[in-house]
Nanobody, 115 residues
Framework: QVQLVESGGGLVQAGGSLRLSCAAS????????MGWYRQAPGKSRELVAA???????NYADSVKGRFTISRDNVKNTPYLQMNSLKPEDTAVYYC?????????WGQGTQVTVSS
């Protein structure tokens, strides 16, 4: 059994920064992509950022220039550096792994941005 556990969420003022991490409890092979999704109250879950096995990245338009996804390839740990946070970034953020055979989701970490 492999689990993903997010950390780094919390309360922050608008304009502040947070860094999210996603730790995998076991070895995962054949990862095609890692990503971060978020779900705000009353909203659908949306892709925030993703990074492929080759290092390519993509971002939601709303976070471009403010958020950066990266990874530790040895530990299979993706990170999400969030700068210039806005109240509309408030959401539960979920880590996601995609392999050729299955996908994994973390349980989420709350990010709350106050104005």
């Amino acid at each position: 059994q492999v689990q993903l556990v997010e950390s780094g969420g919390g309360l922050v003022q608008a304009g502040g920064s947070l860094r999210l991490s996603c730790a995998a409890s076991g070895r995962i092979f054949g990862i095609l992509a890692m990503g971060w999704y978020r779900q705000a109250p009353g909203k659908s879950r949306e892709l925030v950022a993703a990074i492929s096995s080759g290092g390519g990245t993509n971002y939601a338009d709303s976070v471009k220039g403010r958020f950066t996804i990266s990874r530790d390839n040895v530990k299979n740990t993706p990170y999400l550096q969030m700068n210039s946070l806005k109240p509309e970034d408030t959401a539960v953020y979920y880590c996601h792994f995609q392999t050729g055979n299955f996908e994994l989701w973390g349980q989420g970490t709350q990010v709350t941005v106050s104005s």
